[in-house]
């Protein structure tokens, strides 16, 4: 059996307050020509479907006509709500869209029972256990000690009835220890929220989600399919794709990836101010990609993002590397404040903040400011 494992849409997604739903309904294009070429039986869709549990109406839009498509190629989707989704708004209308194929995780009650395909060499039976904090276990099994997310995930693990000798695939949203994370995840202090990869070994395949870099952990078959997109500047080197995976007779596993192409890149340049307008002429289409800048001028350049912009539509971010930059170290606490007045406090946090004093100009307009705000004397 043939299928596809994506995780993390974020639909209705903004990075760096710039939408992200255009970029996403192309991807969800490519993907669906993807599918009509390789002709899977079945897509699963590991969580976080949506970027926040109240999903503005062009996400929902986006998703609906994704499982129409879907149902209407006759393919099987499983779907299941991440840490950002709602359960109750992912389970809507659950029973109705099963009819159809599209296979929508409950609001966990302690219990997880299987759908099963059919294929040439039996049964694959499909778990849908949405993401769980311990406290969403613990009240279904007052009698257990659930004091971690790996107790959660066993003791939820365990009463799912796995038969050995059958195929089965767990499809889950939580951290297993020993995964890379990237900038744009949410993250519990501690690794609190770890989940030892253990917990899993009853399944032929885990597709999980939670995680935006595609990378397996500890086997092959217990794997984070990524984002179809990049999200955040520490993905710039990443690169997205659509997991695929062969089902064979039991105990034969074939991961594959199918690289994604994305309407716009994300991605960094670096340079001086100059050089990087000269660089524009030269970039082709790629000035429309999404960037993060770092200019490597040592002094500011005036308005630069509007500046760059007019070359670089799609700027994101814009960052100074000098030796200002390089040599802000972490604040140092001002000695004898509570004998110095606002406006030779706030001096001395401009000089740490930016490696030099204030000029004559700024400290006059400092001074006036808190003479302004009633602070400038004691």
């Given at each position: 059996?043939?299928?596809?494992?994506?995780?993390?849409?974020?639909?209705?997604?903004?990075?760096?307050?710039?939408?992200?739903?255009?970029?996403?309904?192309?991807?969800?294009?490519?993907?669906?020509d993807?599918?009509?070429?390789r002709?899977?039986?079945?897509?699963?869709?590991?969580?976080?479907?949506?970027?926040?549990?109240?999903?503005g109406?062009?996400?929902?839009?986006?998703?609906?006509?994704?499982?129409?498509n879907?149902?209407?190629?006759?393919?099987?989707?499983?779907v299941?709500?991440?840490?950002?989704?709602?359960?109750?708004?992912?389970?809507f209308g659950?029973?109705?869209?099963d009819?159809?194929?599209?296979?929508?995780?409950?609001?966990?009650?302690?219990?997880?029972?299987p759908?099963?395909?059919?294929?040439?060499?039996?049964?694959?039976?499909?778990?849908?256990?949405?993401?769980?904090k311990?406290?969403?276990?613990r009240?279904?099994?007052?009698?257990?000690?659930?004091?971690?997310?790996?107790?959660?995930?066993?003791?939820?693990?365990?009463?799912?009835?796995?038969?050995?000798?059958?195929?089965?695939?767990?499809?889950?949203?939580?951290f297993?220890?020993?995964?890379?994370?990237?900038?744009?995840e949410?993250?519990?202090?501690?690794?609190?929220?770890?989940?030892?990869?253990?917990?899993?070994d009853?399944?032929?395949?885990?597709?999980?989600?939670?995680?935006?870099?595609?990378?397996?952990v500890?086997?092959?078959?217990?794997?984070?399919?990524?984002?179809?997109?990049?999200?955040?500047?520490?993905?710039?080197?990443?690169?997205?794709s659509?997991?695929?995976?062969?089902?064979?007779?039991?105990?034969?596993?074939?991961?594959?990836?199918?690289?994604?192409?994305?309407?716009r890149?994300?991605?960094?340049?670096r340079?001086?101010?100059?050089?990087?307008?000269?660089?524009?002429?030269?970039?082709?289409?790629a000035?429309d990609?999404?960037?993060?800048i770092?200019?490597?001028?040592?002094?500011?350049?005036?308005?630069?993002?509007?500046?760059?912009?007019?070359?670089?539509?799609?700027?994101?971010?814009?960052?100074?590397?000098n030796?200002?930059?390089?040599?802000?170290g972490?604040?140092?606490?001002?000695?004898?404040?509570?004998?110095?007045?606002?406006?030779?406090?706030?001096?001395?946090?401009?000089?740490?903040?930016n490696?030099?004093?204030?000029?004559?100009?700024?400290?006059?307009?400092?001074?006036?400011?808190?003479?302004?705000?009633?602070?400038?004397?004691?």
């Open positions: 059996m043939r299928f596809f494992h994506l995780s993390d849409l974020h639909l209705g997604k903004r990075v760096n307050e710039f939408p992200m739903l255009e970029d996403q309904e192309y991807i969800l294009s490519q993907i669906m993807i599918i009509d070429e002709q899977p039986r079945a897509v699963i869709i590991a969580g976080d479907v949506y970027d926040k549990s109240a999903p109406a062009d996400a929902v839009r986006l998703f609906d006509d994704f499982l129409y879907l149902a209407r190629r006759e393919v099987d989707v499983f299941i709500s991440g840490n950002h989704d709602s359960p109750e708004r992912i389970a659950a029973r109705l869209m009819r159809s194929g599209v296979h929508l995780s409950p609001v966990y009650d302690g219990r997880v029972s759908v099963t395909l059919e294929d040439e060499h039996g049964p694959v039976r499909f778990f849908l256990l949405p993401f769980l311990p406290a969403n276990v009240r279904f099994f007052p009698d257990a000690q659930i004091e971690s997310y790996t107790d959660a995930l066993r003791a939820a693990v365990a009463q799912m009835e796995i038969d050995p000798a059958e195929r089965n695939v767990l499809v889950t949203h939580q297993v220890t020993g995964a890379a994370r990237c900038d744009s949410d993250l519990f202090a501690g690794g609190l929220d770890n989940v030892d990869a253990a917990a899993f009853g399944f032929d395949y885990v597709a999980l989600g939670h995680l935006h870099g595609a990378q397996s500890g086997r092959p078959t217990l794997r984070y399919c990524g984002t179809p997109l990049k999200y955040s500047f520490s993905e710039k080197d990443q690169l997205k659509v997991t695929q995976i062969e089902l064979r007779e039991k105990g034969s596993v074939e991961v594959e990836t199918v690289p994604l192409v994305p309407r890149d994300l991605r960094e340049l340079g001086s101010y100059e050089e990087l307008t000269l660089k524009a002429n030269y970039e082709g289409t000035v990609d999404y960037l993060r770092v200019l490597t001028d040592e002094r500011d350049v005036p308005d630069a993002a509007a500046r760059l912009r007019s070359v670089y539509p799609n700027l994101m971010k814009l960052d100074y590397d030796a200002r930059t390089r040599g802000a972490r604040l140092r606490a001002a000695e004898g404040s509570e004998r110095k007045s606002g406006p030779e406090l706030f001096a001395e946090f401009y000089a740490q903040q490696n030099q004093p204030m000029s004559e100009e700024q400290r006059r307009f400092c001074e006036a400011l808190f003479q302004e705000l009633g602070e400038g004397a004691r």
